[in-house]
């Protein structure tokens, strides 16, 4: 396994410990729960938003917590939900008068655990609403979720209401542009390798080295097809194709488009899949207004890179401007 | 190849162009020449900087063009220095009364490049200067280069005299800064694995199972030595000790800490590193003051890492602190 890496068990408590230390005086561990969260996070005058997921997606979504972004994130081991009681204890930490809210990519399991968190910390007269993300594209159900799966368009939900959230909005106000964000967000995928979990110590699933998988799941589960492999533009070109025709995408739309790397694919390549998309939705008449391109929810080690679209409108040009601080750093 | 590729010849301009259709009316692309420049540049009242070496180890350079950061980058192809002609024509593009400086990463070829393109330019009455980085301490010498390397330590010289170049800074200044800041930079990386050029379509070194290559060279040249793979503490306390006992930095020094991924490393694994390297700094009385943990200079897909130690002081802080503008955003 061609990884850093000490003990797999300890592989999310020592990245959570080192994102603390890159950190200082913004974020916090709290290694009992296994928890990311603003230093300066309850606060009386906004409501705390709160996410939780498998670890493995990074930056999703340990990496998005910070000023405008999420008060706290609450991550499982690798492709593992929280432990329910984490979700109870994160939002008793994080309970605010304004409420707690809770995003969640939609997965069985993340479900689960943020329902019963969710009735626990009720039980204590927490005020509690949640918004389940959905952008996926790729299949209906799939291997660990009923519905369409959430991934990497979840990060605009998270701007979004996050930004309202430092401006004072009220939990019902949040949950309203929470799900008015993820109804005009559409994301595919697709792997051109495998990923290696650091307890497994080997390839997840099978590819051969002539396949890719398009619409391929953020925890390796299978999409909507193996095919064989093909060029950068015959790729974007399916990806764009399906996402487009699902909203639908229509001429005269702003678009932001986000182009996301699943972890072991290199920005250059990133950059040629834009191009790509960029030219494809001109020739469609859809203009790109806001450009994203980098990794934002990966699978471990996983090349392949997945395609969003976000439908723009005022309000949300404005939210998605407004100020955010995250552990990610450029410069 | 588990690549997006189309033509392997047009990698670059591929890539090159979607960074400008990702910035629009921030970032020209200019075909002719390879080249990215900022779209206010060149100005008057400014120096403008630019950086030119093989492509490949993106986001370096052509993602550090930008407000504070270079005004232009002149990329060669993947692992190749940019033709001397290039470096000739943007420079004239770029030309400023105030001189423009050319930062070059210590390789042979893109010295002789940049040497020759200095020639043509100066005898045109372009007032230039020039800062060598090799702040790589793995080898004296190497496949493709006489004296230390230059790797992802080029950053803080550029983020340092970027800042400066906006506030007016003259040429002289600029050199004396950039050699100033380059003198107190220090980085080691590793290979866990060997990378792909896409017009190669096959790893570049070999590298078994079992090994990692110490000290290995962001083209892939050989390191110190290449060694039983090892755990992630064992990886960064090697590349530590060769770093802190080079300049040396001492107990009591304020320094930055980056680690940088190779490509092909997804980021949690970054932090895993990031953290013990921090830990272990403690223990020997320096302080990290500032984090950077991410991607800034890479070898394609090659999962690996380096890490860089500068030397703060409060004119540095300063200037580290001050506002930059990229291509590469995060949201």
């Given amino acids: ?25 913004k974020l916090r561990y709290i290694p009992d729960y296994n928890l990311i969260m603003r230093a300066d996070a309850p606060r009386d005058d ?7 997921s498998g670890s493995g997606h990074e930056p999703a979504h340990v990496m998005a917590v910070g000023k405008g972004m999420l008060d706290a994130a609450c991550p499982g081991d690798v492709f593992a939900a929280p432990p329910s009681d984490y979700v109870y204890e994160t939002t008793k930490l994080l309970a605010s008068p304004k409420g707690v809210l809770h995003i969640i990519n939609n997965y069985t399991g993340d479900r689960m655990a943020f329902e019963m968190g969710r009735e626990l910390a009720e039980a204590e007269d927490i005020k509690i609403a949640t918004i389940i993300v959905d952008d996926d594209v790729a299949v209906k159900d799939s291997t660990y979720t009923v519905g369409r799966r959430g991934v990497a368009g ?4 998270i701007k979004a209401v996050g930004a309202a959230s430092e401006r004072g909005a009220s939990l019902e106000e949040l949950v309203t542009l929470g799900e008015r964000v993820n109804s005009v967000t559409r994301t595919m995928g697709m792997a051109l390798t495998s990923c290696t979990p650091p307890a497994k110590g080997s390839p997840l699933f099978e590819l051969g080295e002539d396949e890719m998988e398009m619409g391929v799941g953020i925890h390796g589960e299978p999409g909507r097809r193996r ?4 060029g950068a533009n015959a790729i974007v070109d399916e990806l764009l194709e399906a996402v487009v025709t699902d909203l639908p995408y229509s001429s005269g739309d702003d678009v932001a488009l986000m182009i996301n790397g699943l972890g072991g694919t290199p920005i250059s390549e990133l950059y040629i899949l834009f191009g790509r998309a960029h030219q494809q939705l001109a020739d469609r008449g859809v203009n790109v207004t806001r450009s994203y391109v980098g990794e934002y929810c990966t699978s471990l080690d996983m090349a392949g890179a997945s395609l969003t679209l976000v439908r723009l409108d005022p309000e949300l040009n404005e939210l998605l401007d407004a100020p955010a601080e995250v552990a990610v750093r450029i410069f």
Same sequence: chains 1, 2.
């Avoid at 979840?154 to 939900?157: E, I, K, P, T, Y």
């Fill in 46 to 52: 906004k409501v705390s938003i709160i996410q939780g």
């Fill in 1 to 25: 396994m061609k990884k850093f890496v000490n003990d797999p068990q300890q592989y999310v408590p020592e990245m959570l410990k080192g994102i603390e230390l890159a950190n200082p005086g």
């Fill in 227 to 230: 095919e064989k492999l093909a």
């Fill in 154 to 157: 979840n990060f605009f939900v």
